[in-house]
């Protein structure tokens, strides 16, 4: 069973760039979270997608947008980067949007913004 | 709204002790799931252990346990025989029952070091 991957591993930016960040869900899971870490601080959620559609969304702004294909890998854009969008970006799929379904995390993409 | 305090400053451990790492959390939701996760400086998160608010009996897998005291709103992570492989980040972190989605909302984390 393949686990939860992410691509790329990092990325250099400078200010008002625009990124693709990826992320391939484990085998049978149909939803994926984003989360952003930035340095010393924990992950914030930015939003989750469950077959495709959006489900739900943390307090970021229309700048990060996302979308979801139907082998339900995902992409996370982000547009206008700026400083502070610096930080390591999670990816987490889950076989349900449940509580009780566990979310597996992939190792990351570290973003950083110049 | 929900929130995860984790105020401790790094924490050190001789190796084989065990080791007290402490969350208080806050939401105005019934029911809710409490969750600990180790984040090694590959960065991945590792589930270690749950515990739902319903729950009677405390959570432990393991070496890890869970002193779940609902009245005062903690769910502190006990690690047992620390080894040199648990010096990571460790993060608390809550999710609603019931809602739309499953987000998991994390405090800020606690970094231990475990001493040979």
């Known amino acids: 069973e393949t686990g939860v991957t992410q691509s790329p591993t990092h990325l250099i930016k400078t200010r008002g760039q625009q990124v693709t960040l990826r992320c391939s869900s484990q085998s049978g899971h149909n939803t994926v979270s984003w989360y952003q870490q930035a340095l010393g601080q924990g992950p914030q959620f930015i939003f989750q997608y469950y077959r495709e559609e959006e489900n739900g969304r943390g307090n970021f702004p229309p700048r990060f947008s996302g979308l979801q294909f139907p082998n339900y890998s995902s992409e996370l854009n982000v547009n206008a980067l700026e400083l502070d969008d610096s930080a390591l970006y999670l990816c987490?799929?889950?076989?349900?949007?449940?509580?009780?379904?566990?979310?597996?995390f992939g190792p990351g993409t570290r973003l950083t913004v110049l | 709204a929900q929130k995860i305090t984790q105020t401790q400053p790094g924490m050190f451990v001789q190796e084989k002790e065990a080791v007290t790492l402490d969350c208080t959390y806050d939401?105005?939701?019934?029911?809710?799931?409490l969750f600990w996760y180790k984040q090694p400086s590959s960065g991945e998160m590792i589930f270690l252990i749950y515990?739902?608010?319903?729950?009677?009996q405390n959570a432990t897998e393991g070496r890890y346990s869970l002193n779940f005291q609902k009245a005062r709103k903690s769910a502190n992570l006990v690690i047992s025989a620390s080894q040199l492989g648990d010096s990571a980040m460790y993060f608390c972190a809550m999710r609603k029952i019931a809602g739309a989605n499953s987000k998991l909302t994390f405090g800020k984390g606690i970094t231990l070091s475990v001493r040979p």
């Open positions: 939401t105005s939701d019934p029911s809710y799931g």
């Open positions: 515990q739902g608010s319903y729950d009677q």
């Open positions: 987490a799929s889950s076989s349900g949007t449940d509580f009780y379904n566990e979310q597996f």
